[in-house]
């Protein structure tokens, strides 16, 4: 299952980068195991474990940790948002 | 109407655009927000806005068609600008128009609030100390939840 996965503000700069494409096996189905898939990377990735109050999108609408995800998808990871 | 901008904006045209020819129109507020020069104790000297280009656009159309699902709004402009900032540079405006002024009122009041805390901007200040990543506000977070139904 391919996904395109992008990461902002404080998050992209911990990762070093700000989107990336991945082939992901078959058993990350949500966000959640989304997730941790990334995380155990390890070095710089493991900040997607530990970081507080991370967000998450699909489809460019804020959803829950729990919520499902297709090939496909359009996710992103972020902090806490900070306009206006 | 929903703009997303590297450009400053100017309220007064802005405002007046939004009521020509509009006699419906008895209460127009606006809210226009700026770059502080002192954030969290330090001095700011310039400030810069990312964001999520597509989820942006989208994020700020549902928060004006929350306040319209709220209140009988006849117009709504809200003007986001992003890049790099200066202090007393202009942020963002939000104009509501509407027949009386408690709508105008509650409903520009309102998509500050949600903006706040569901539009995918994130501030980057640069302080003496270096460039920092503005954290989110727990009085923000409160303000949105006055609205909670």
Not at chain 1, 18 to 37: H, I, K, N, Y
Not at chain 2, 97 to 124: N, Q, V
């Amino acid at each position: 299952m391919v996904l395109k996965i992008l990461y902002f503000a404080s998050l992209r700069e911990t990762l070093g980068q700000g989107s990336e494409q991945l082939d992901l096996p078959p058993g990350v189905t949500d966000v959640a195991s989304l997730r941790c898939f990334l995380a155990a990377r390890g070095d710089q990735w493991q900040a997607l474990a530990t970081v507080r109050n991370l967000r998450c999108a699909v489809n460019q609408e804020m959803v829950r940790f729990d919520s499902p995800i297709r090939a496909g998808d359009e996710v992103a990871f972020f902090p806490p948002v900070t306009g206006g | 109407m929903v703009r997303v901008q590297a450009a400053d904006f100017d309220p007064g045209a802005e405002l007046a655009a939004l009521r020509l020819g509009k006699s419906q129109i008895g209460a127009l507020a606006s809210f226009v927000g700026l770059v502080r020069e002192l954030n969290d104790g330090a001095g700011v000297s310039e400030l810069t806005l990312e964001h999520y280009p597509g989820m942006t656009e989208k994020a700020l159309e549902e928060i004006i068609a929350e306040a319209r699902r709220r209140w009988t709004l006849i117009e709504v402009l809200l003007i986001h600008r992003v890049g790099r900032l200066l202090p007393t540079d202009q942020i963002v405006l939000v104009a509501v128009a509407s027949a009386h002024r408690g709508e105008a009122f509650a409903a520009c009041e309102f998509i500050m609030d949600y903006l706040k805390t569901r539009a995918p901007f994130w501030k980057r200040e640069v302080t003496a100390a270096g460039a920092r990543w503005v954290e989110a506000r727990l009085a923000d977070e409160q303000a949105a939840e006055r609205w909670r139904d």
